[in-house]
């Protein structure tokens, strides 16, 4: 079965330090890997998307993300973390090919960021 | 404005009173989903509809039913809430049904509490 682990619950950084959200994911095939931003009382935007292609791929917010089928990790990364920032992170996995197209999401990790 | 609506964002209720959820998308999109999202777990899907009067079931759709009788609405059902519904629940849709690459948009939240 599909699964998503963000294994950091929860990160703190400094606000200009760089910063790196971990996923990992377990599929068959291959994956369709999203990574969505939750801030404070509101629903969850899309940061970006990797489906085929570079791997390494640009999101809004200045957010990229790398997958690494070796690893089977699709982390996260800012170079440089502004106080807006400050929200939960989404990872989700998607089904290639899948008659439904479910996202199964991760358990989230919430990012703190100190002035 | 491209936007998924919930409606009410807030509610208070008690245990057995029945209660729907109302969602709507003004895109026209095929796909429609209700998560929950608790603390620690993530978001949990509990239905999804591919198309209109096409609806099944995700991984917690017990004490939930849903209905698409029309491609912008779909409607959260509790028939007798029991206090462990209290969670955040969220609307999504998106274009097509099967196709995880499509991005998927996320109404604002309803934050429900069953006493």
């Known amino acids: 079965a599909q699964s998503v682990t963000q294994p950091d619950i929860h990160i703190t950084v400094s606000e200009g330090a760089s910063l790196e959200l971990r996923c990992n994911y377990s599929y068959g095939a291959t994956p369709y890997l999203f990574w969505y931003v939750q801030s404070p009382g509101q629903g969850l935007q899309l940061l970006l998307k990797?489906?085929?292609?570079?791997?390494l791929v640009q999101g809004i917010k200045g957010f990229e993300a790398e997958f690494k089928r070796s690893q089977s990790s699709f982390n996260l990364r800012k170079p440089s973390v502004h106080w807006s920032d400050a929200a939960e992170y989404f990872c989700?996995?998607?089904?290639?090919?899948?008659?439904?197209?479910?996202?199964?999401f991760g358990k989230g990790t919430k990012l703190s960021v100190k002035p | 404005e491209a936007q998924v609506t919930q409606n009410p964002r807030y509610l208070i209720t008690v245990t057995g009173k029945k209660l729907t959820v109302t969602c709507s998308q003004n895109m026209n999109h095929e796909y429609m989903s209700w998560y929950r999202q608790d603390p620690g777990l993530g978001l949990r899907q509990i239905y999804y509809s591919m198309n209109v009067e096409v609806t099944d079931k995700g991984d917690v759709p017990e004490g939930y039913k849903v209905s698409r009788k029309e491609k912008r609405n779909f409607p959260l059902i509790l028939e007798s809430p029991s206090p462990n519904q209290t969670s955040l629940y969220f609307c999504a849709s998106r274009e097509r049904g099967g196709h995880s690459t499509d991005t998927q948009y996320f109404g604002p939240g309803t934050r429900l509490t069953v006493l």
């Open positions: 989700a996995v998607g089904e290639y090919g899948g008659s439904q197209g479910n996202l199964i």
């Open positions: 990797y489906f085929s292609g570079d791997t």
